[in-house]
């Protein structure tokens, strides 16, 4: 089984910052995304932020100037650094993993971490 350990969630206040940090160990063959989604209640889970081969990143435009995600291939952990944090940024976030070996492609999840944004 893969594990993703997630931490740093918590409860803010509007304008402050947060880290995510999401690490991935036991049967991890070659990752090559690495990413964070969130969801709220009655909505989808969508993309937050997501580090692909190379370093490439993308990110949700509602989070465009105040999101960065990081990895560290050798660790197998991505670290997302948010700021100026709103309201709307509360949602339960969620670790994803995809690695592969050879052919085979497999699609990991954290079991997720909230985050609170005072209003």
């Known amino acids: 089984q893969v594990q993703l350990v997630e931490s740093g969630g918590g409860l803010v206040r509007p304008g402050e910052s947060l880290r995510l940090s999401c690490a991935a160990s036991g049967s991890v063959f070659t990752i090559y995304n690495m990413g964070w989604y969130r969801q709220i209640p009655g909505s989808t889970r969508e993309l937050v932020a997501l580090?692909?081969?190379?370093?490439?990143?993308r990110y949700a435009d509602s989070v465009k100037g105040r999101a960065t995600i990081s990895r560290d291939n050798n660790r197998n952990v991505a670290t997302l650094q948010m700021s100026n944090l709103k309201p709307e940024d509360t949602a339960v976030y969620f670790c994803?993993?995809?690695?592969?070996?050879?052919?085979?492609?497999?699609?990991?999840w954290g079991q997720g971490t909230q985050v609170t944004v005072l209003p």
């Open positions: 994803n993993v995809k690695h592969r070996l050879g052919d085979d492609e497999y699609d990991e």
């Open positions: 580090v692909l081969p190379g370093g490439i990143t």
